[in-house]
T-cell receptor
Framework: EDKVVQSPLSLVVHEGDTVTLNCSYE??????LLWYKQEKKAPTFLFML??SGIEKKSGRLSSILDKKELFSILNITATQTGDSAVYLC???????????WGLGTSLAVNP | NAGVTQTPKFQVLKTGQSMTLQCAQD?????MYWYRQDPGMGLRLIYY???????DKGEVPNGYNVSRLNKREFSLRLESAAPSQTSVYFC???????????FGPGTRLTVL
């Protein structure tokens, strides 16, 4: 059965810390991996990764995919309270291009 | 561009009542989705439509029906609401089968 597992489930850090969120997957016919940020509303898109080893970067956030080891990481440097959110990972897989979601990592950044 | 719009934003129903959640997108996307999100359960796919005229069941289709009215609109109907359908419902769309998914603002539904 296709699955996406995120870890840790929750995390509490102080402003200025660097965090690494993990997303591992076991799917048939991998197509792409997506990261989203969800505050108390709809998820908003962060990154889409299709190729191994190529880092995507946006400000203090960056992400990389390892297709051999079947995981991706999302890094946030110099965290701010505005980074507090649930971070969701999803993988497109299979011939029917099904999108499989992880349960998310809840990040709390304390001042 | 409004992106993905959903109505209503909030709704309270009594058990057994019916209602339709409306969704529209103006990005000319082929694929549209209905998700529900419950605490600890993540996003669960109810139904999706890969293209105009087609619909398929997702993980949790029981108690729901959908209509892909045209390329823009994808509605979700609860025929006889149950308390277990209390949830936040998101409509979403994407260009195809490996692209970023755009979400609507969500509908918070409570069934008493």
């Amino acid at each position: 059965e296709d699955k996406v597992v995120q870890s840790p489930l929750s995390l509490v850090v102080h402003e200025g810390d660097t965090v690494t969120l993990n997303c591992s997957y076991e799917v048939t016919n991998f197509r792409s991996l997506l990261w989203y940020k969800q505050e108390k509303k709809a998820p908003t898109f962060l990154f889409m990764l299709t190729s191994s080893g190529i880092e995507k970067k946006s400000g203090r956030l960056s992400s990389i995919l390892d297709k051999k080891e079947l995981f991706s990481i999302l890094n946030i440097t110099a965290t701010q309270t505005g980074d507090s959110a649930v971070y969701l990972c999803a993988v497109y897989a299979g011939n029917n291009r099904k999108l499989i979601w992880g349960l998310g990592t809840s990040l709390a950044v304390n001042p | 561009n409004a992106g993905v719009t959903q109505t209503p934003k909030f709704q309270v129903l009594k058990t057994g009542q019916s209602m339709t959640l409306q969704c529209a997108q103006d990005m000319n996307h082929n694929s549209m989705y209905w998700y529900r999100q419950d605490p600890g359960m993540g996003l669960r796919l109810i139904y999706y439509s890969a293209s105009e005229g087609t619909t398929d069941k997702g993980e949790v289709p029981n108690g729901y029906n959908v209509s892909r009215l045209n390329k823009r609109e994808f509605s979700l109907r609860l025929e006889s609401a149950a308390p277990s359908q209390t949830s936040v419902y998101f409509c979403a769309s994407s260009e195809g089968g490996r692209d970023r998914v755009f979400f609507g603002p969500g509908t918070r539904l409570t069934v008493l």
